[in-house]
């Protein structure tokens, strides 16, 4: 029997319960499945830092390189530890030290799930590279608190990073609908953005079948709210995916609903998984957290690890039960309580016939 070792980081707020709800959800599609999850649980938050002044130890990421995935519940506090802190101490160091250069976000309207839109069903992936761009920490402060400060902050774009992001999206596209959208603002950034239009003009040439269309991130953020139905494969930038796929949670039918996947696809290293609703101090402790983007996001864990056919039974079942209406958490309208849901997805599982 396949075992793997899986990597929990509750981390903040709702994240632990939702992660423990949705781990019940995996443990029962592995016993379905035939294989087996074996987990350690690491208490990195900001409690963590708290107590010890860092968010994860010195040898963190050599203690999570052991594991095939991290799955994550949620970091971040900001009214205790700034979310520069927080993020930089822990998210940003997993995925830069792992190269976990993808990161992937499925947007799709599931049945019963009203969005807010007037626009049929949409299914659109994003691709959102991971490591660098606006996000990549290049910068200063000079003459800090004094009429004459300076802030830089600089992006970095490399042709290596540009160039195996946009090939990704390519073959994810050619896996779909054979439409990939790329989207800059090259006529307003000469440099970055003209650079990437080039790169993607340049594998265009390999990927005759998929095609190609170039979008302005305002434009497409319209596009996203207007005509989300003619979108299939979105591969953009750090900063641009990550308001685009904010819009895609939105037009979902909310966070509760968006999941993520940090991936390194030559493998060899543990990728992540995550929610992206964040921590949710206001809703910490009540129970009543969404937790389908965590259930969405083992599924996406599964999916990565080989475990295909697990993968879809959840989708499916997590579907099974957004259609039926009956157990929702208050986000969606309804009463129920995070592990109410959780255990409807486990009754929708165990419904299937494997």
């Not at 396949?2 to 903040?12: F, H």
């Not at 409690?47 to 860092?54: E, H, I, M, V």
């Not at 989300?228 to 591969?235: A, E, F, I, R």
Request: aromatic residues 8%; hydrophobic residues 40%.
């Amino acid at each position: 029997m396949k075992s793997y070792k899986i990597a929990l980081i509750p981390g903040d707020g709702i994240g632990t319960e939702v992660l423990a709800c949705s781990w019940s959800v995996l443990t029962e599609a592995s016993e379905r499945f035939g294989f087996r999850l074996e987990s350690q649980t690491f208490p990195w938050s900001c409690d963590y830092y708290l107590q010890n002044g860092r968010m994860m130890p010195d040898d963190g990421i050599e203690q999570l390189r052991a594991f095939d995935s991290i799955y994550l519940g949620a970091v971040g506090w900001p009214a205790r530890v700034p979310d520069s802190v927080s993020l930089h101490g822990l998210l940003l160091p997993i995925r830069k030290a792992f190269d976990l250069y993808v990161n992937s976000r499925p947007h799709r309207l599931l049945d019963g799930v009203e969005g807010p839109l007037r626009a049929g069903s949409f299914d659109i992936l994003c691709i959102r590279e991971n490591t660098e761009g606006e996000y990549s920490g290049a910068g200063g402060r000079v003459h800090m608190a004094t009429p004459n400060e300076v802030a830089v902050e600089t992006s970095v774009f490399t042709r290596r990073g540009v160039e195996r992001i946009i090939r990704y999206g390519f073959e994810m596209a050619r896996t779909r609908k054979r439409r990939l959208a790329s989207v800059t603002k090259s006529n307003a950034q000469k440099y970055s953005m003209v650079f990437w239009d080039e790169v993607t003009d340049t594998l265009a040439a390999e990927y005759p079948d998929v095609e190609v269309t170039r979008y302005h991130v305002d434009a497409i953020a319209a596009r996203f709210v207007t005509h989300p139905q003619t979108l299939d494969v979105v591969v953009a930038s750090n900063l641009f995916g990550d308001i685009l796929t904010d819009i895609g949670a939105a037009i979902q039918g909310g966070l509760g609903f968006a999941a993520s996947a940090n991936l390194n696809p030559e493998g060899g290293v543990p990728s992540m998984f995550e929610p992206v609703h964040g921590s949710a101090p206001d809703i910490a402790g009540r129970g009543i957290a969404n937790p389908l983007a965590t259930i969405w996001a083992g599924a996406l864990m599964l999916e990565h690890l080989g475990e295909a056919s697990a993968a879809q039974a959840i989708v499916k079942s997590i579907e099974d039960v957004t259609r039926q209406r009956l157990v929702r958490t208050p986000d969606l309208g309804g009463q129920a309580t995070t592990e109410e849901v959780a255990q409807a997805v486990i009754a929708a599982l165990a419904a299937l016939a494997v």
